[in-house]
Each structure stands twice: as C-alpha cells, then as structure tokens.
C-alpha cells in the first residue's frame, strides 16, 4: 500500500468535529484548486444523514451512491458504505472512471474498520475494497475516535512508520492529528464520564456434581474464569443478580441527571438480539418507554433518528450505535455485553459526551458528567482508567496461537476447566471518576464532594 505522501490519519474523540472538519478541509482545498471532489466511505447506512446535514450547512453537494436512473456523479462528492461499494464494485467503479482524472479526496470514516491482511486478503474485504477503489485519490483521510485494532492488523488511510521500542524496531501506527477526549474535557467541548461498576462474585459448578467454587468479579486474574464471570454478570436472573443491579442503578442514574437535564436518556449495550429484548421488556414492566434496534429490524434507522429527537427513555441495541450515532441527549450507559475489546468498550461509553451549543449555554465548564454503568469486569476497569488517553498502535508480529481478545496486563492463564457458571450475586458498586480530569476539574469536584 503506497501510503508515504497522501495518507492521513485524524483521531478525535466524539464531538470533536470530525465529520465537520474533513469537509471543511476538502472545501479549503477545493477553494485552492488542489481538490476537485471527494467520496466518503462510511460503515453504517444509519450515519449517512449526517454527513449529507454536514455538508449542506456548507453548500457542499453530496449524492448519495448508488445514483438514481445510473446517472453520472455530479456535485462536489458521493457518500457511500464499505459494504454497498464492496458489493457493486464494477458499477461503483465505471461510475468513478468519469472523476479519473480529476484531483480527489477519499474520506474513509471510522478508518479502522478497514484491516489490511496480506496474509488472509479475503478476510479483509472493506480494506481491500478502499485500497482497489481510491488509487486515482490524490489524498485520502482516515477519521477515527479508535486508532487501534484488536486483531492488531494495520488499516487503510495511515501511515505506517518505524520506530524503536527498547532496542527492537517496530511498526506503528501515529495519527497526523490528534485530539485526545482528556483536551476536550478540558475545553467544556465534550462531558467527562463517571464509571459505576457493579461488584459481586460467581458461582461455578461442574455439571452433575455437588462442588463449587466461587469467583469474585473485580479480583479475577484468570482470563477463562474472567469471560465466563462476564458471561453470567449480564445475564438477567432475579433482582440480586449482577446484570440487574447493573440495570437498577443505571435508571437511577438517568433520574438523577433528569433534574437538571430533562429530555435525557439512557443506552444499554446488549449481548445479542434476545438477550436486548429482555432487556427492554425489564425496562418497559419498570415504567419506561423503551427503544429497542438491532439488525434484523427494518425500521432501524428510523427508530434511532426518533430517538435521537426525544421519543423513548431508553435505547437498547448490540451494536448498532457503538460508532457515529449522534445522540447529545444520551447521558447514561449501561454496558451489559460480553465484548470486552477496548475500541468496542471506548466506542459505546462515548456516546454520552456529546453536547450541543444549547447545552453548552446553559453549563457552566466543566460540563456535568455523564455516566456509565457496567459489571465491575477486570478488562473493563483497566479501559476505564485510560479511556481518555490515546498510545500509538504497535502493529506487532502476529503468532498463530495468540487470540484477539487482549489477555489482562498483570494476570496468569488459568486452566480452562470444565465448569458453568451457576449463579451470582451483587457486591458493592466500584466508583471510578473520569480519570485524567484537568487540575481544575479535580479541584471542583473535591469541593464539591
């Protein structure tokens, strides 16, 4: 991948500007006769609306692709997904050989998604797709909140670099502009976060046999007794149960806030589709109105813009809103799903940062927080504590025999062994103030405690 002169990685925490800012950048350059058009490719149908919102408060024209009656592109820019281009590659590309010769911008939003693997190149198929589709580009621009992967491939649209770490040289991945959420914090531009992990322990059973062992959530260093906790902590049994008291204090939390925030709501995060629906029928039998989405529901996008304007108390969804869902009014999170990989932890607890000018007139700097609730998993606490800090990504030799999932930093790999987890029961509630706060921040909320 010939990346050295015109690839460009932006990193931004939600509601930094960065949708905003790559546009106005391309119109900068336009304006200078260094760019003609640009194409954004994005990973969700759902976020397109706001790009194409984007764009008009700044006279920029940009069609959504595929055109209607195969017309060809005109305007400034087409907006269009990874997987619709990879889809229609032919036809996107004949539709693109009319701006070959022209100077062009890709914008590849959450750029991470777009893994390159030399080694498996069908198992990277949206990476594969951007790279065959923007080589007339003369500059193409990575957007990001999470520069990182959990697989540790590299990705489109950045650069990768050399650098020595101790006395070995690696590979990694340097965004060329970043702001990192603890800046933004700072600035009153975004809201600090609040954690609220939910303690208790596990109880783990052979099948057919008498004995047990009880595991304690937070302490866990064994990472296959660490998942299985997990697994049975956002489970929904009786009201002592981990994944309810998780449930029971989020909606306290979001009446809390209510008293000085009133059209604001709640996410919850759930495991898979039926696992968000008991979710949603819990919430509904305690008094709220409930959003539920996934990806078998057609009306999806419509529901997530009806909330985003105040309908429902709550939205409950797997994964439809980790990345680019714009919803200010979102102030609390409930984090009950079992994948623990950082950018899928870091991606949904930011969704309830955002602010909007409205808000900001009315709050004084720095902005009240928002919060999150999760069971008090060891992987989670550890994103925690970081959450506001960005590292670069080392693109370390790959082994056949590690796994995805990152292993904890100070554990050791216990036995996998042949038990269920049984039953739980709630402990006490970790507190965990946004780390890193600004010197000022700490002062006021001491003053205030």
Same mark, same amino acid.
């Given at each position: 991948? @010939? ?54 408060? #700044? ?20 907006? #269009? ?22 100077? !062009?911008?890709?914008? @590849?939003?959450?750029?991470?998604? #777009?893994?390159?693997? /030399? ?17 007339? !580009? ?8 999470? /520069? ?7 990705? !489109? ?23 990192? /959420? ?53 489970? #929904? ?6 994944? !309810? ?106 969704? @309830? ?81 946004? /780390? ?14």
């Amino acid at each position: 991948m @010939a990346s050295a002169n015109r690839d460009v990685l932006v990193f931004a925490g939600p509601g930094a500007g960065k949708t905003l800012g790559a546009l106005l950048a391309f119109r900068a350059l336009q304006r200078d006769g260094q760019l003609q058009r640009f194409l954004v490719f994005c990973h969700r149908t759902s976020i397109q609306s706001q790009w194409t919102a984007a764009a008009e408060r #700044l006279g920029l024209r940009l069609a959504a692709w595929p055109l209607e009656d195969a017309a060809p592109p005109d305007g400034d820019g087409l907006l #269009l997904t990874y997987q619709g281009a990879g889809r229609q590659r032919e036809r996107l590309r004949d539709d693109l050989t009319l701006w070959a010769g022209e100077r !062009c911008l890709a914008i @590849a939003d959450e750029a991470h998604h #777009l893994g390159v693997d /030399p080694d498996a190149p069908d198992q990277a198929a949206w990476g594969d797709t951007f790279l065959e589709l923007t080589p007339h !580009c003369r500059l193409r621009m990575g957007l990001t909140g999470t /520069p990182f992967r959990a697989d540790n491939l590299g990705f !489109c649209a950045a650069r990768r670099i050399k650098a020595l770490q101790g006395d070995v040289v690696v590979e990694q991945i340097n965004p060329d502009l970043a702001v990192e /959420p603890k800046e933004l914090i700072a600035s009153g531009d975004v809201r600090p976060l609040e954690f609220h992990f939910q303690d208790g322990w596990v109880e783990h059973s052979r099948d057919g046999e008498p004995d047990r062992d009880v595991s304690p959530l937070s302490a866990e260093q064994r990472e296959s007794w660490r998942a299985r906790n997990l697994r049975r902590a956002v489970s #929904l049994q009786d009201k002592n149960s981990i994944g !309810c008291q998780v449930l029971e204090q989020a909606q306290l939390g979001l009446a809390k806030i209510r008293r000085s925030h009133a059209n604001a709501a709640g996410l919850v995060i759930a495991r898979d589709i039926d696992h968000a629906s008991a979710i949603a029928r819990r919430l509904e039998e305690e008094g709220n109105t409930v959003d539920l989405v996934h990806s078998q529901n057609p009306d999806a996008a419509l529901t997530l813009r009806q909330f985003q304007g105040g309908r429902a108390d709550w939205l409950v969804s797997i994964d439809m809103c980790a990345e680019g869902f714009d919803a200010p009014r979102l102030r609390v999170v409930a984090y009950l799903t079992t994948v623990v990989t950082r950018s899928r932890f870091l991606q949904g607890i930011t969704r @309830a940062v955002r602010m909007t000018p409205d808000l900001a007139e009315q709050e004084a700097i720095p902005r009240a927080a928002s919060l999150v609730f999760a069971p008090a998993d060891p992987l989670l606490m550890e994103y925690a504590r970081t959450w506001s800090m960005s590292e670069p990504y080392i693109l370390r030799a790959r082994d056949d025999g590690d796994e995805a999932e990152p292993a904890l930093t100070t554990s050791w790999r216990g036995p996998s062994l042949p038990m269920e987890a049984v039953e739980d029961g709630a402990g006490a509630v970790i507190r965990m103030k946004t /780390p890193q706060l600004p010197a000022f921040l700490q002062q006021k909320q001491h003053l205030s405690a």
